[in-house]
């Protein structure tokens, strides 16, 4: 993608208004700078006191004159001071309102932009997202787009200098045509002569994209794995490898500094060199007068510093273009991977699951990936019963989970919700009817309350001791604070049965269809094991319940327990008959 269609793209999203008010800004700024350059001419012709006129623009003066006689003022030295105070004071003025205008179009479309790429995310298909890196994610929401900001700001910066040139060279060109000329080949001569410094600079972008990327996954990474660090006294490993990639990182970033660095030391030498080169031509060659020379030479000595930082400026967009880039593409591909969605949400396409849920042939396999997950399966979960499936790490377990759950779509087959299919565009639907405690319990570092009432809206306090009840968490009762307990971080002031207990309760509180236990208690004691095992035997005939482990405690609690191996079903049927089978080993 070029520069200016990224430039475009990415202002989009900006405000409308907002916009428009800083491009106007800006021509003003411009104007202002243009005019005050001009009357630099006529206050150096009455400052000189009778020298000659001026012969580039003879005219020049009476176009100030006449200017001075529509308003009703005698041109004078006190006026044209007067008046070129007045420009300073306006282009000052105009210059802190495109500042602040701009500050805020930038941090409108950076905002805008990192909403719609946390909204492209969580839109996407989970399938989609299995094959991701969450880390990923995370340094693009942080870091990326934080360099787009910059790298907007620096083209921003850019459109004003380059106005601000274009002025100057206009300005120029209306006094001295044959000097300017001469100016804006130099400008193009130095600008081709550091563009392998650009393609530099670009790559060094794409490196400091990697670099960051690198350093996101690693402090996600060191921050969840302290615990096993300690364990295992790795704690010198993890700093090494901390140190290593912030040194990738620093490398990147000084890299970046010594180009701008050699950038601008570059222009500091060139542009005193064609300063000298123009005064040189306009005294030796054109006898330029003095009034017209020293207006030329100020405009010149504002164009070289301007034309640096107009290139460094472009240098920040170079350096920020690949973060730029890679979110792109992020939204581009959320945007093929996006769920689908009923366009009515209003109607749910049943009011009540009081049969069955069925799996009719289904299968689906992992992309990368040649044997199925799950391959022709077919099973019923009658309505407000207990349905058990157990076996082996890979079995299929939680591919299942996830299936039924809404997450995924089969490959082939169908999931019936009492007969009628669950399509792609109502599984959104689907997943509010749906509750899932899994091994992996979702604590935040708030109170019990507010983890318990995430993601629903107003709870009753009798509906959340009700829900604490069912859990068998009347621990939390007890408690100091009660349900204004802070959990800490992941839930780590809890112990494992307290955690699953909560998050049980929790899921209680949707009301759901359907409940799933994926390995809940997989990682619990005996003991709180069964009284997890209790709790859920309590609510055998209010729920349609499916409980998915490798091994669990209380199978004979459950109406049928179906066995799956290698993505198929090989048993299915109450507790004691799936005993009486010889050939099945967990």
């Known amino acids: 993608m070029n520069h200016i269609k990224a ?30 350059l001009l009357l630099l001419i006529p206050l150096l012709e009455v400052l000189s006191l009778g020298s000659n006129p001026v012969n580039a623009k003879p005219g020049m003066l009476d176009m100030f004159r006449s200017f001075f006689d529509q308003v009703g003022i005698a041109m004078s030295i006190e006026s044209l001071l007067l008046l070129f105070i007045c420009l300073a004071a306006l282009r000052g003025v105009v210059q802190i309102m495109r500042e602040k205008m701009s500050s805020r179009l930038q941090h409108a479309v950076i905002d805008n932009l990192r909403l719609r790429c946390f909204k492209s995310i969580l839109s996407v298909e989970w399938r989609w997202f299995l094959n991701t890196k969450s880390a990923d994610h995370g340094s693009l929401l942080l870091n990326y787009i934080n360099r787009i900001g910059a790298g907007l700001h620096a083209a921003l910066s850019l459109i004003v200098t380059l106005g601000a040139m274009a002025a100057y060279f206009m300005t120029a060109a209306f006094i001295s045509l044959k000097l300017t000329l001469i100016a804006i080949s130099s400008a193009v001569f130095v600008y081709l002569l550091l563009h392998k410094q650009r393609e530099q600079v670009l790559t060094l972008g794409r490196g400091l994209t990697k670099s960051s990327q690198a350093l996101f996954s690693n402090v996600q990474e060191s921050l969840a794995s302290i615990k096993l660090a300690k364990i295992l006294g790795s704690e010198d490993l993890q700093f090494t490898r901390m140190k290593q990639t912030l040194h990738q990182l620093s490398v990147a970033m000084l890299s970046f500094v010594e180009s701008s660095s050699r950038s601008r030391a570059a222009f500091q030498f060139l542009g005193a060199a064609l300063l000298a080169a123009y005064l040189y031509l306009g005294i030796v060659f054109w006898a330029t007068p003095w009034p017209v020379l020293i207006t030329l030479v100020f405009i010149f000595s504002r164009l070289i510093p301007s034309f640096m930082s107009a290139h460094q400026q472009f240098e920040q967009w170079l350096y920020a273009l690949p973060a730029f880039t890679d979110t792109e593409r992020l939204l581009r591909e959320c945007d093929h991977h996006t769920e689908d969605v009923v366009s009515d949400t209003s109607t749910a396409f049943i009011t009540a699951l009081k049969k069955s849920i069925q799996l009719k042939k289904v299968s689906l396999t992992y992309e990368g990936r040649t044997k ?35 997450l995924l779509q089969p490959d082939q087959g169908a999931i019936l919700i009492d007969g009628i299919p669950l399509s792609a565009s109502h599984r959104k639907l689907w997943r509010q009817k749906v509750a899932y405690v899994s091994q992996d319990i979702f ?16 709870i009753s306090e009798v509906k959340l001791k009700d829900a604490l009840k069912r859990a068998s968490a009347d621990f939390v009762f007890k408690l100091p604070k009660g349900l204004n307990t802070v959990v800490g971080d992941g839930g780590i002031r809890l112990s494992g049965g307290e955690r699953q207990r909560i998050a049980l309760a929790r899921a209680l509180l949707r009301d759901p269809w359907l409940l799933i236990l994926d390995e809940a208690t997989s990682a619990l004691d005996r003991d709180n094991e069964a009284r997890i095992m209790d709790s859920i035997e309590k609510l055998h005939g209010g729920y349609t319940v499916l409980m998915i482990g490798h091994r669990l405690l209380r199978l004979d609690i459950a109406d049928q327990v179906i066995v799956l191996d290698e993505g198929k079903v090989i048993a299915e049927g109450p507790w004691q008959s799936i005993q009486k089978n010889k050939l099945l080993r967990l």
Do not use: C
């Open 372 to 406: 199925p997950a799950l391959s022709n399966i077919t099973l019923t979960l009658p309505a407000y019963k207990t349905t058990a499936v157990i076996g082996r790490s890979g079995a299929g377990k939680s591919t299942l989970a996830d299936m039924l759950i809404g």
């Open 7 to 36: 430039f475009m793209w990415l202002t989009q999203s900006a405000p409308k208004k907002l916009l428009m008010t800083v491009l106007i800004l800006m021509v003003i700024g411009i104007f202002t700078e243009s005019f005050g």
């Open 443 to 458: 604590l935040s570092h708030d109170t019990i309350r507010n983890n318990l009432t995430w993601g629903k809206s107003e």
